[in-house]
């Protein structure tokens, strides 16, 4: 089993910055990837980015490429999303999550653990 918890979420004016950190505990060993994805009221959870814990390769949404910077610390294995430049569009719950196995770091199903989510509102 593998434990997350996130923390960084609040409130911030559009164009504003936040950082997101995710720590991991329990069974770290056997985790190939972590990823970040968002909720907004009534819509489905959508891929933010994802790093693979070993290389630490990074993929990003379309929407947040440019803006968003994730990176991993194998050390302290947590997990940070740099958020920058940010839209009132970009408001949701974000969940950190992590997966055991290689597969499509964009599809929410293939990750095994979440977080239990951080509140991010940006104001217009």
């Known amino acids: 089993q593998v434990q997350l918890v996130e923390s960084g979420g609040g409130l911030v004016q559009a164009g504003g910055s936040l950082r997101l950190s995710c720590a991991a505990s329990?069974?770290?060993?056997?985790?190939?990837?972590m990823g970040w994805f968002r909720q907004a009221p009534g819509k489905e959870r959508d891929f933010v980015a994802a790093?693979?814990?070993?290389?630490?390769?990074?993929y990003y949404a379309d929407s947040v490429k440019g803006r968003f910077t994730i990176s991993r610390d194998n050390a302290k294995n947590t997990v940070a999303l740099e958020m920058n430049s940010l839209k009132p569009e970009d408001t949701a719950v974000y969940y950190c999550?992590?997966?055991?196995?290689?597969?499509?770091?964009?599809?929410?199903?293939?990750?095994?653990?979440w977080g239990q989510g951080t509140q991010v509102t940006v104001s217009s």
């Open positions: 790093i693979t814990w070993s290389i630490g390769s990074a």
């Open positions: 999550a992590a997966r055991r196995l290689p597969g499509l770091v964009y599809r929410a199903g293939n990750y095994d653990y």
């Open positions: 329990g069974r770290t060993l056997s985790t190939d990837a």
